[in-house]
C-alpha cells in the first residue's frame, strides 16, 4: 500500500507541477533564446515555493503567431504576445483570452505610418507600387492604413470578394507577413526561406526567420530598394539610426511628406497596442506570472541586472517576446470585454474590415431613426430603392444614433452641426453633406454635385404678435421653446445673446445653466426638470413621456418648437418664445392648421426677436436673426465612408430617375412632422468625405461650440472620451 501512495503522490506531483509551467510560445531562434534566458533567470531570482506554483517557464516555438494561437488553443502552449489584431482573432475566432497590454512611454496605443524613400511619392497614389507591411491584419500594417485607403476611396473594395484580392491588384506587388493563404502578389516581395516541410517554411510567415516580417523587416523591405512604402507604428521610428533619418519621410493624409519627428500630425490613424493572450482556465497562473516577471525584469524590476524583459538587442534581433519600446504591462482583470481592451472604434474596424469573415450584414446599410415618425419614413425609403438594401435601425435621440454608430448597432445618420462636431469628436466621419442652394444639377453634366460653397441656415427666435412685451433682453421669467437640446438654433445659439436683464455677458456659459436661470419654465426637449414643464410628450403610436429628445415629443425639433409657441388646443402648455431654424417656419405655420394641431395662424401672426432687442416681420430673417448654422452632415464610422456614400448615390439616383414615385426624401409633412431624416430644406446631397468634420463646420462655428462643451458636461462627449489610448 505504502508504495502505491508513494507511486501516486508523485505522480500528483509530477502532474502538478507541469501543470503550473507556463509554457511561452516562440517564433524564431532568437525569440526561444531570450525565452530561455528569462526561465533562467526565474530559476536564479525565485525561491522554489514560488518557482513551483507558477513561475516555471519552458519555450515553445513555434513557426508563426498564427500557429502559436493555434498552439495555445490545442493546450500545445499558454502564452503569446501579439498584435491588436491577432489578439482580436484570437478571442473572436479561438476563444482565447487577453490577460495583459502592452503599454508604450506615450501611452497604450500606436499610429499608422507610412514610411517612403521617394520624395515624389504621394499617399493619393500609391497604386501600382511595391509594399511592405508589418503583418496582415495588424494594426499598423493592415487596418489602420487599409481602413484609411478605403475611407478615402483610393483602394475600393467590391465586398463581392475578401478584401486581400482587391489589395492584391491595388499594390503591385507586396510582403504581407502572414498573408501566404489569401493572394501570391501580397508575399511576392517576402524573403524567408520556402519550404514545402510546413516548420521550414519561413516565406511570408509572422515570424523573425521572414527578413521582412514586424516592423523592422517592414522598413528593411523599404531600406532594400525591395518596397516604394512601409506601413508600420510610430515606435518603430525610433529604432532608425539618427544617420539615417533623413532618408526616409513619412506621407501624410493631405497628400504632402514630412520628417520622421513629425508622426503625431502625419499618420494615418490610431489604435491599440499588442497584448498577451491566454486560455480560460489558465489566465490566473498567467495573470501571477505576468506580474511576477515585470516585478523582476521590468524597466524598474528589482533583478534587471540579470535580465530585462523589453530588451532584446543580446539576442541580435528586436522586439522578442515583447516591443522592445514597452514601459510596463497592465494586466486585465476577468471579466473586461475585448471591446473595452481594444476600443470600440477599433473593434468596429475590424469588423468592418471583415476579419471575421463576410456577412450578409455587408452589404446592408444600417441608418439610424430616432422617432416613430422617422421610422415609418426610413421604411418607406427603403421601399422605395430597388438594389440596396437599407435597414433602419430605432435609437432615442441624435446623441444615441451617436454611440450605436460607434457600438457598430448602426451605420450612419444625419446629424445638426452641434451634433456633427459632437460626432467628429467621437472619431466618426463625414460622407455627404445637406445642401440648402437652388441648383442641384451640376454644369458640366455630371450625376453629382460637387462644391465647397455649402450653404448655411439661420437661427432665430420668434414670439407671437399679440405678445407685445416679449423681447431679446426682456425674456426673464418667461417661458421659452427651444427645438431640441444640444440643436444649433434651440440651444447653442440663444444664449450667446441678452435674454434678459440679469444674463449678460458675466452670465455662465453653460448654455443650460443660462435657460434654467432666464426662463421661468419651458420645453427643451432631452433637457431635466423646469424646461421640460411645458412639454406635451407623444400619443398614439408615438406615446411617450413628455421631453423625450425626439419627434415623439411633439413639442421637438422646429415643428414643435412651432407647435409649443401656439400652446396645445386645451391652451395649458405654451411658450412666449421659441427658438429654432428659419427656413421652413412658413411650411410649418401652415401645416399647424392641415394637420389638425391649430386652426386659423397665419405667417402674419408671429414677429422675430432680433438680437438688438428689435421686433420684425418673418420675412426680414437675413437682418434679423441669432446666427448662421453650417448644414447637416452624414456621419459614418470611416471604414464605411465609400459604402454609405455609393450607397446615398444610388439611392438619389433611382429617386431622381423616377419623379412620380410617392417617396420624396426631402420631405416630411406627410408623416405630420418636420425634418425627418433630413433637413426638409435639402435639395441634395454634396460628397464632403474627402473634408474634415471641422472644415465643414468653419472655425468660427468650431471654435464657439468647443468654448460651449469646453464649459458644459455632456455624457456622449464623455462617452467617447473613454478611450483605450487614455484609458490605457
Ligand atoms: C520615385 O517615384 C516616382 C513616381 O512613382 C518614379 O517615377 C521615380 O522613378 C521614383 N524614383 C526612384 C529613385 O525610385
Ligand atoms: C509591376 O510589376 C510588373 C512585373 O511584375 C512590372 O513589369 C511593372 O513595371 C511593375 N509596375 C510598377 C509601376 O512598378
Ligand atoms: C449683468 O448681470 C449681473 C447679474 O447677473 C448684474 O449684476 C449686472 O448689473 C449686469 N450688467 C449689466 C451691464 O446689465
Ligand atoms: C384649415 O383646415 C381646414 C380643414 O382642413 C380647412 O377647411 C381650412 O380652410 C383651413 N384654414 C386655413 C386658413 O388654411
Ligand atoms: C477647450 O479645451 C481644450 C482642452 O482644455 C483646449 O485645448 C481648447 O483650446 C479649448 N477650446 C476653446 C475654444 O476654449
Redesign the pocket.
Known amino acids: 500500500m505504502r508504495g502505491v501512495y508513494r507511486v501516486l503522490l508523485i505522480f500528483i506531483f509530477a502532474c502538478c507541477i507541469r501543470a503550473k509551467k507556463t509554457r511561452w510560445c516562440t517564433v524564431s531562434d532568437p525569440e526561444q533564446r531570450k525565452c530561455a534566458e528569462l526561465a533562467k533567470a526565474l530559476v536564479a531570482v525565485l525561491p522554489p515555493a514560488t518557482l513551483a506554483a507558477f513561475a516555471r517557464l519552458s519555450c515553445i516555438r513555434a513557426s508563426s503567431t498564427g500557429e502559436c494561437i493555434a498552439r495555445i488553443k490545442a493546450n500545445r502552449a499558454d502564452i503569446v504576445t501579439v498584435d491588436a489584431g491577432e489578439v482580436y482573432s484570437a478571442v473572436k475566432q479561438f476563444d482565447l483570452v487577453a490577460v495583459a497590454k502592452e503599454i508604450y512611454s506615450d501611452g497604450g496605443c500606436i499610429l499608422s505610418v507610412a514610411v517612403v524613400t521617394n520624395s515624389s511619392l504621394d499617399i493619393r497614389s500609391l497604386r501600382g507600387l511595391r509594399s511592405c507591411h508589418s503583418g496582415v491584419r495588424w494594426t499598423a500594417g493592415w487596418s489602420l492604413p487599409l481602413s484609411f485607403l478605403l475611407s478615402r476611396n483610393y483602394l475600393s473594395w467590391s465586398k463581392e470578394h475578401p478584401l486581400s484580392q482587391d489589395i492584391s491588384t491595388f499594390f503591385n506587388a507586396s510582403c504581407i507577413p502572414g498573408a501566404a493563404a489569401m493572394a501570391p502578389p501580397l508575399c511576392a516581395l517576402c524573403q524567408g526561406q520556402k519550404s514545402f516541410i510546413l516548420q521550414k517554411n519561413y516565406h511570408c510567415e509572422t515570424s523573425h526567420n521572414e527578413p521582412f516580417y514586424n516592423n523592422q523587416g517592414a522598413l528593411k523591405c523599404l531600406r532594400s530598394g525591395t518596397g516604394d512604402v512601409a506601413f508600420v507604428d510610430h515606435l518603430a521610428l525610433e529604432n532608425i539610426e539618427e544617420a539615417e533619418r533623413d532618408k526616409f519621410r513619412l506621407l501624410c493624409t493631405d497628400g504632402t511628406q514630412a520628417p520622421l519627428s513629425r508622426y503625431r500630425s502625419c499618420n494615418l490613424g490610431r489604435g491599440p497596442g499588442g497584448g498577451m493572450v491566454t486560455r480560460h482556465n489558465f489566465r490566473k497562473v498567467v495573470r501571477k506570472f505576468v506580474m511576477t516577471i515585470q516585478l523582476m525584469f521590468g524597466r524598474q524590476g528589482r533583478q534587471r541586472q540579470r535580465f530585462q524583459l523589453f530588451n532584446s538587442s543580446p539576442f541580435g534581433e528586436t522586439d522578442l517576446l515583447f516591443k522592445d519600446v514597452v514601459d510596463k504591462l497592465v494586466v486585465l482583470s476577468d471579466n473586461i470585454d475585448i471591446s473595452q481592451v481594444l476600443g470600440l472604434d477599433y473593434v468596429a474596424l475590424l469588423k468592418g474590415l471583415g476579419h471575421e469573415g463576410s456577412s450578409l450584414e455587408d452589404s446592408v446599410v444600417r441608418w439610424c431613426c430616432i422617432s416613430h415618425a422617422e421610422q415609418k419614413k426610413c421604411e418607406q425609403w427603403a421601399l422605395s430603392i430597388k438594389s440596396d438594401p437599407l435597414v433602419c435601425v430605432r435609437a432615442v435621440s441624435m446623441r444615441d444614433c451617436i454611440e450605436k454608430i460607434k457600438r457598430d448597432e448602426v451605420d450612419a445618420v444625419s446629424l445638426d452641426a452641434t451634433h456633427s462636431f459632437i460626432a467628429g469628436k467621437c472619431g466618426l466621419v463625414p460622407v455627404v453633406t445637406e445642401y440648402y442652394g437652388k441648383k442641384c444639377a451640376p454644369a458640366d453634366g455630371s450625376a453629382h454635385l460637387e462644391t465647397d460653397v455649402l450653404p448655411s441656415v439661420v437661427g432665430i427666435a420668434v414670439a407671437k404678435r399679440s405678445s407685445k412685451n416679449v423681447f431679446m433682453g426682456n425674456l426673464g421669467g418667461r417661458r421659452s421653446c427651444h427645438s431640441h437640446t444640444y440643436s444649433p438654433a434651440g440651444w447653442l445659439l440663444p444664449h450667446r445673446h441678452v435674454l434678459s436683464l440679469e444674463h449678460n455677458s458675466s452670465s455662465p456659459c453653460d448654455p443650460n445653466q443660462v435657460y434654467n436661470e432666464v426662463f421661468w419654465k419651458g420645453c427643451l426637449p432631452g433637457s431635466e426638470g423646469n424646461l421640460c414643464k411645458v412639454c406635451v410628450g407623444g400619443t398614439g403610436e408615438a406615446a411617450t413621456k413628455r421631453c423625450t429628445d425626439n419627434h415623439n415629443e411633439r413639442y421637438y425639433g422646429n415643428m414643435g418648437a412651432l407647435r409649443c409657441l401656439v400652446g396645445d388646443p386645451i391652451g395649458k402648455s405654451y411658450g412666449d418664445v421659441a427658438f429654432l431654424e428659419q427656413y421652413n417656419l412658413q411650411a410649418n405655420i401652415l401645416s399647424l392648421n392641415s394637420t389638425g394641431w391649430a386652426e386659423g395662424w397665419t405667417v402674419s401672426d408671429f414677429e422675430l426677436l432680433c438680437g438688438d432687442g428689435s421686433r420684425a416681420p418673418l420675412s426680414e430673417w437675413e437682418s434679423c436673426n441669432l446666427g448662421v448654422i453650417p448644414p447637416n452632415t452624414i456621419m459614418t464610422r470611416p471604414v464605411l465612408t465609400a459604402r454609405v456614400y455609393d450607397f446615398l448615390m444610388k439611392s438619389q439616383e433611382t429617386l431622381a430617375a423616377s419623379p412620380n414615385t410617392e417617396f420624396k426624401i426631402f420631405e416630411s409633412h406627410q408623416y405630420g412632422e418636420s425634418d425627418l431624416l433630413f433637413k426638409d430644406a435639402t435639395e441634395c446631397l454634396v460628397h464632403t468625405s474627402h473634408m474634415d468634420y471641422r472644415t465643414i463646420l468653419g472655425e468660427e462655428f468650431y471654435?464657439h461650440v468647443?468654448?460651449v462643451f469646453?464649459c458644459t458636461h455632456s455624457d456622449i462627449l464623455e462617452f467617447c472620451n473613454q478611450d483605450v489610448c487614455s484609458i490605457f
Do not use: F, K, R, V
Request: proline share 0%; glycine share 0%.
Open positions: 471654435t468647443e468654448t469646453n
